[in-house]
């Protein structure tokens, strides 16, 4: 028996023969053409494409069936980058300028440009480099007219293994032999690790050298938990993965059971129990985990997907669609947040010491109006069609808060004069993730209609310790008395001027916290959707009223 480690995508444990999915690789010449044959060079591509975005539509209309709108509009993306003017003109420029053959000026184009999100430093951009590398190969495949081989077809249980899968190439599998995929390339980011999740067959990525092509044929077990692919297992690894297989199963049965019910303690006391989202793509988890609405929507992922300011028009699309489908829940978007981890090109940030302490969040949107307002009319108008809140971040001044709402009530009078609608009773919240904004919360509290706890941010700033630093990130903890006295003092604050308390970090779905954050008067928890059903089985077998004396006497 061997066993390879990588990381785990998608709870479960799978079992199967390993089967190789072969992909047919054209070898790419650059072959210098004659000028009168650019034009036909130019005409190949052009019919390439026309066959890949049809191609796409039906992959779309099979990926609504199969894994709802929000996963499908994977292919509305991959059709929006085919028809991308600065990828087209810089195929048909190789062409024209190189003398080069469709099939180079492809594969030269996809080079550079994954190049350039290979190159960013954020690793939700990184793995766009697999999108442009996916369309590439669809273009030059449509070119050659080449299909792929199911290799499904002995009808057995199998585990699929690959250098690397696209989102096109996992939705094409024959599910109903085909019960996991291991892979050498992969990122917990990438579109086809989140078709994972919500397929929910189990994969583990990142393998490595790890996997051998002697390995085929070979049964295989998958335990996503452990990050574990098991090679021609013995005897009592299968009996203890069968265990452990019957185990989940009879879990995921359990957590079903609390959808619907509500998120309230036995004695009585409620709490709303919310998920985050990073995209419209996540909203499907979102619903199917039964949370009472998004706590937070990162909205600078909108602009990380682009090489240049996404538009109003864009802004609005998105969250209309996240506020139509969660109606009534609400959604809350976080205004944009870029800077720190989260550096996006077009904004030209300067390099900062400590970009953390530096330009961002609110600080960016206060400095270049005409972006914040960009997106405050976007996400205005979005409030329309359903229950929508606006939360800033980063907020350590009450004279932030202010100029917020004077450019957000700026926004609200143009869209009325130019007769657009919007919700006019709109909420507006503040991310509370500076020790600054804990200490003065009483005040900021009189400004807003609700907080939110970033402890992420917060931990690390009161703690004075980088949770990015391998050295010191031991001492990155959550549950240090300092945060909880924090938390407390901010939930007495909010309460005081009869607003709710949310905590939108990780902490959130650490079971372990449940009962402190119940006891100390938090209203509302936001985390991964997995979590929201063991949190509300937590929140069910809770008695605050018992237990809350000596919690917050060891405070």
């Avoid at 059971?257 to 303690?265: A, I, P, R």
């Avoid at 405050?376 to 979005?382: Q, V």
């Avoid at 949770?467 to 990130?473: G, T």
């Avoid at 069910?540 to 919690?551: L, P, Y």
């Amino acid at each position: 028996m061997k066993v390879l480690k990588g990381i785990g995508i998608s709870d479960g444990i799978a079992f199967g023969k390993l089967r190789a999915y072969r992909k047919d690789f054209f070898s790419i010449h650059s072959m210098r053409i004659f000028k009168e044959d650019s034009e036909s060079e130019i005409s190949k591509f052009k019919h390439a494409k026309e066959l890949a975005l049809k191609q796409l539509d039906v992959l779309y209309n099979h990926a609504l069936k199969d894994v709802g709108e929000e996963h499908a509009m994977i292919f509305d993306v991959h059709k929006m980058m085919i028809e991308d003017i600065d990828y087209s003109n810089s195929i048909m420029n190789i062409i024209r300028d190189e003398k080069a053959n469709a099939e180079y000026a492809i594969w030269l184009t996809s080079r550079n440009f994954e190049k350039k999100f290979e190159s960013m430093e954020s690793e939700y951009m990184q793995q766009r480099a697999a999108d442009v590398r996916d369309i590439s190969r669809r273009l030059i495949n449509c070119m050659n007219n080449y299909v792929q081989t199911d290799v499904s077809s002995e009808k057995k249980e199998i585990i699929i293994g690959c250098d690397d899968l696209s989102p096109s190439e996992l939705l094409e599998l024959n599910r109903n032999y085909v019960k996991g995929f291991i892979t050498i390339l992969g990122s917990r980011n990438s579109h086809t690790s989140i078709l994972a999740k919500s397929m929910n067959m189990p994969a583990i990525i990142s393998l490595g050298d790890q996997l051998k092509p002697d390995f085929e044929g070979c049964n295989v077990i998958i335990d996503s938990f452990a990050g574990a692919v098991y090679v021609s297992p013995d005897r009592s690894t299968i009996r203890r993965l069968k265990r452990k297989k019957e185990m989940y199963d009879k879990q995921q049965e359990l957590l079903s059971s609390f959808k619907g019910k509500d998120d309230v303690t036995l004695d009585g006391q409620k709490i709303t129990l919310c998920a985050n989202v990073s995209n419209i793509l996540d909203i499907e988890a979102v619903r199917d985990c039964d949370a009472s609405g998004i706590g937070l929507f990162r909205s600078e992922f909108i602009y990380m997907g682009k090489r240049s300011y996404p538009t109003e028009e864009e802004q609005f699309k998105i969250y209309k669609t996240a506020a139509e489908k969660m109606s009534p829940e609400h959604v809350t978007i976080r205004t944009l947040d870029v800077g720190a981890d989260k550096q996006i090109s077009y904004f030209d940030i300067p390099k900062e010491p400590n970009p953390s302490m530096g330009y961002r969040g609110i600080r960016v949107c206060l400095d270049r109006p005409n972006i914040f307002k960009t997106q405050l009319r976007a996400i205005l108008r979005a409030s329309a069609f359903g229950n929508i809140r606006i939360l800033i971040p980063m907020i350590s001044l009450l004279d932030e808060i202010i100029r917020s709402k004077n450019i957000i009530e700026e926004c609200k009078k143009e869209l009325k004069e130019e007769g657009l609608k919007y919700d006019e009773d709109i909420q507006i919240g503040i991310m509370i993730e500076t020790p600054a904004a804990v200490m003065i919360s009483d005040v900021l509290a009189k400004e807003v209609d609700f907080f939110s706890i970033g402890t992420n941010d917060l931990v690390q700033y009161s703690l004075a310790v980088d949770r990015q630093n391998d050295k010191i990130n031991f001492m990155f903890n959550p549950q240090h008395m300092a945060i909880l006295r924090m938390i407390k003092l901010v939930c007495e604050n909010a309460h005081k001027e009869g607003i709710s308390v949310g905590i939108c970090g990780e902490i959130a779905s650490d079971d372990k916290m449940t009962e402190i954050f119940l006891s100390l008067g938090v209203d509302e928890l936001s985390m991964s959707s997995p979590f929201v059903l063991g949190i509300r089985r937590k929140v069910r077998g809770v008695n605050v009223s018992a237990i809350k004396d000596e919690i917050l006497s060891k405070l």
